[in-house]
């Protein structure tokens, strides 16, 4: 697999676990601290702080400290390198429209 395609993948793995696609998409319209974020997401606090670990961690969210709260906000410059990465892979301009009989199989399969 290449570099692109493996970053493509850890993205899809973390956003395609619910509670870690929930706090991203509450973090789209600017920062929260944690307090704001689970209580909008009706989640558990330490859940919520597992999550953003895990995201923070990956590069996909960013954290400010101010006194003694953490403000956390979605890392636009990641996001915009994943759709590039997204669209360069897998945009629709990448799938052939070839039809089946171009790519015909020779082998003869016995189904069961």
């Known amino acids: 697999m290449s570099e692109d395609e493996l970053k ?50 990956a590069g996909l969210i960013k954290g400010r400290k101010s006194g003694r709260w953490v403000y956390y906000s979605a890392n636009k410059e990641y996001f915009a390198e994943i759709e590039n990465l997204f669209n360069k892979q897998l945009g629709c301009k990448n799938f052939k429209n070839e039809k089946i009989a171009e790519n015909e199989c020779t082998e003869d399969i016995e189904f069961k």
């Open 8 to 57: 493509l993948t850890k993205f899809l793995k973390l956003a395609g676990d619910e509670n870690k696609f929930k706090i991203i998409s509450a973090l789209k319209n600017g920062e929260k601290c944690v307090c704001i974020i689970y209580k909008e997401l009706s989640l558990d606090q330490t859940l919520v702080s597992h999550h953003l670990s895990a995201l923070k961690k």
